[in-house]
């Protein structure tokens, strides 16, 4: 868990904001901000997708390769660079699964749908309602199971 | 870069499954070079900060502003600067719209589908420890076992969920 004054470095939320700006624009430039052309792939009739995801993960896998191998830590906040290590539980394909299933629905990922509410199309509102409720709903029920549940270890 | 929709309108008529003659009918480009420009953007947050950033985490961070429930609290020193990551999103989205798409673009999709799948992506992304973004990307990236697996779950399961759901003649 994050310390409260490692966000505090002057360049910190702009580095942010422009990272967010690549990013969204990425997801727009590549078509996935558009729901349809998302459930084009799932219905194998573009599989463009693929491009994205993998091309994506190419260019982070050099980074996350490389950048701990030559600096130790992060400049604005002292964090050590490493990889996204998320231990393997039950969970990760029950909610996969649970995900998979409103993917596939609506064509349409948190990422995206912000990047969606971007390029004009205020129709994705209803997708964000639904994610924020459905995060919420979550929450709530496994708040509940943690704090009767005396067990502190959290798998996450 | 307008993309041609009216494929779109033919699609229920193709079988389920059906393998398609041309696997790219808009080409790769625009797919490969959108692809690097995410990854740039997970990056430069890297470079920076060493935070690997997914997107599906604002969801809960942003609930800690007003709910106390502990699983959202845990957020809170998050919470300032993923409301910025996601504002990021939506104003490089509006770059690209005002620049390459001339304008506003609407889905077609069904409101139905939007909300339900929403939820459902709400709660699985949270259970399942991460979104495309953040096991797709970032954990693929990391060569993370978790990440490929949920990768592989997802995937698969929306593939059949959005084939059923056209076999069923939902469309769009």
């Known amino acids: 868990m994050s310390s409260p004054d490692r966000t505090e470095h002057p360049l910190f939320a702009p580095l942010v904001l422009v990272g967010g700006l690549i990013f969204g624009f990425g997801l727009a430039y590549s078509q996935m901000a558009r729901p349809e052309v998302v459930l084009d792939f799932l219905q194998f009739e573009d599989f463009g997708l693929v491009f994205v995801m993998f091309g994506a993960a190419i260019v982070t896998g050099i980074a996350f390769f490389l950048v701990p191998r030559i600096r130790d830590r992060a400049p604005m906040t002292g964090d050590a660079y490493e990889r996204r290590l998320k231990s393997f539980d039950r969970n990760v394909l029950i909610g996969g699964s649970i995900f998979g299933v409103g993917w596939g629905l609506s064509g349409i990922c948190p990422g995206a749908a912000y990047a969606s509410l971007g390029i004009g199309n205020v129709t994705i509102l209803w997708a964000l309602v639904g994610m924020f409720a459905g995060a919420y709903l979550q929450g709530v029920w496994r708040s509940r199971s943690q704090d009767t549940d005396a067990t502190a270890a959290s798998a996450d | ?172």
């Not at chain 2, 593939?159 to 059923?164: D, H, P, R």
């Open chain 2, 1 to 172: 870069m307008l993309a041609d929709l009216s494929p779109l309108l033919s699609a229920t008529d193709l079988a389920p499954l059906a393998i398609p003659t041309e696997p790219f009918p808009n080409g790769i480009s625009r797919y490969a070079i959108g692809g690097l420009f995410v990854g740039l953007g997970a990056v430069l947050i890297y470079l920076g900060t060493g935070i690997i950033a997914g997107a599906s985490t604002f969801l809960e961070s942003t609930l800690s502003y007003v709910s106390d429930q502990s699983r959202f609290a845990k957020y809170r020193y998050d919470r300032d600067w993923r409301v910025v990551f996601t504002v990021g999103i939506v104003l490089g989205a509006a770059v690209y719209a005002v620049l390459w798409q001339g304008g506003a673009w609407m889905t077609d999709v069904q409101p139905w589908r939007l909300l339900l799948g929403g939820v459902l992506v709400g709660i699985g992304t949270r259970i399942g420890k991460g979104c495309t973004s953040g096991h797709g990307v970032c954990g693929v990236g990391s060569a993370s076992k978790t990440s490929i697996v949920g990768v592989i779950t997802f995937l698969a399961v929306a593939i059949v969920t959005a084939q059923v759901v056209a076999a069923l003649g939902v469309s769009p």
